[in-house]
């Protein structure tokens, strides 16, 4: 019965910000890598974030230093920090988790937990 529930997803124009959230149930957030991805139409889902048990990060580099996963695990709950958006970030944005511990895939198909997703449109 895990769940994900993705929220914080806008419209907003480039420049802007954003947080997303990621509230878990049945999963303890903080145990075992999670991440962020996103998918745009007609584009392949790709990896936005993850962060491990020690909470170590990882960012792609087309988001890094705009970026920034991090989790609450007082409230279970998974973040990203969106800033500086760009009309190329314009996707749905998926919440993700796995019962692996260790070193975080990169991989959408390694993830067996997948929220709903939230959408981020930006615009020039």
């Known amino acids: 019965q895990v769940q994900l529930v993705e929220s914080g997803g806008d419209s907003v124009e480039a420049g802007g910000s954003l947080r997303l959230s990621c509230a878990a149930s049945?999963?303890?957030?903080?145990?075992?890598?999670m991440g962020w991805f996103r998918q745009a139409p007609g584009k392949e889902r790709d990896w936005v974030a993850v962060?491990?048990?020690?909470?170590?990060?990882t960012t792609a580099d087309s988001v890094k230093g705009r970026f920034t996963i991090s989790n609450d695990v007082s409230k279970n709950t998974l973040y990203l920090q969106m800033s500086s958006l760009k009309p190329d970030d314009t996707a749905m944005y998926y919440c993700a988790a796995t019962m692996r511990v260790g070193w975080c895939s990169r991989a959408p198909r390694d993830y067996i937990y997948w929220g709903q997703g939230t959408q981020v449109t930006v615009s020039s």
């Open positions: 049945g999963y303890t957030v903080g145990s075992y890598c």
């Open positions: 962060i491990d048990r020690y909470s170590v990060t």
